[in-house]
């Protein structure tokens, strides 16, 4: 009996300690304006599955968008721009104080869709929702690129132009 209880109890902790704790968390994602024209930075809400594994808002930047609706059957797509355009936002577990601190752009999966916002927008908005999501500990650390192939050069001088930039400032602003 003692030993079911121990085995129970110990079962009982490592599913605790092994499973994820959800969470609301806010990020801004750059969402597409719809008939407006213009690329809408917004604040979201987001069902952050794995709250406590010391990631940050900067992760769900680019998580799928596709909002509540009142015609269901029609509109169904992902509004968030980041996400159709394949980018990929991770930062480096925050919560280990012993690992350096890391923000990262991944651009290996980039692709414009036709008929879509410039790119060059897409990724300013992009980098201007990690600038309003980013917690205080990253707000100096510079994005690392990941996976930029030589015709991603233009993506280079943009993140190189926002670590630059005084995140204190709007980095980008959606023109009507």
């Known amino acids: 009996m003692m030993k079911t209880r121990i085995l129970i109890t110990t079962f009982a902790l490592i599913k605790t300690v092994c499973a994820g704790e959800a969470s609301l968390t806010q990020t801004y994602q750059p969402l597409d304006g719809l008939g407006a024209?213009?690329?809408?930075?917004?604040?979201?809400?987001?069902?952050?599955?794995?709250?406590?594994?010391?990631?940050?808002?900067?992760?769900?930047?680019?998580?799928?968008?596709?909002?509540?609706?009142?015609?269901?059957?029609?509109?169904?797509?992902?509004?968030?721009?980041?996400?159709?355009?394949?980018?990929?936002?991770?930062?480096?577990?925050?919560?280990?104080?012993?690992?350096?601190?890391?923000l990262k752009m991944d651009v290996s999966r980039f692709v414009a869709p036709e008929n879509s916002y410039p790119p060059e927008d897409v990724i300013r908005a992009s980098l201007e929702c990690v600038r309003r999501a980013a917690p205080e500990k990253l707000s100096k650390t510079p994005v690392?690129?990941?996976?930029?192939?030589?015709?991603?050069?233009?993506?280079?001088?943009?993140?190189?132009?926002?670590?630059?930039?005084?995140?204190?400032?709007?980095?980008?602003t959606p023109e009507p």
């Not at 680019?62 to 355009?85: I, Q």
């Not at 690392?144 to 709007?170: D, S, T, Y």
């Open 37 to 102: 024209g213009e690329i809408k930075i917004v604040a979201v809400t987001c069902h952050h599955w794995f709250s406590n594994s010391a990631t940050s808002a900067v992760n769900l930047i680019a998580a799928a968008n596709v909002p509540p609706t009142d015609n269901p059957a029609e509109a169904k797509e992902d509004l968030n721009l980041a996400s159709t355009f394949g980018l990929k936002f991770t930062t480096s577990d925050l919560g280990d104080p012993d690992v350096a601190l890391e």
């Open 144 to 172: 690392i690129l990941i996976g930029a192939k030589p015709e991603h050069q233009w993506i280079e001088a943009i993140v190189r132009e926002f670590n630059a930039h005084n995140r204190k400032k709007v980095f980008y």
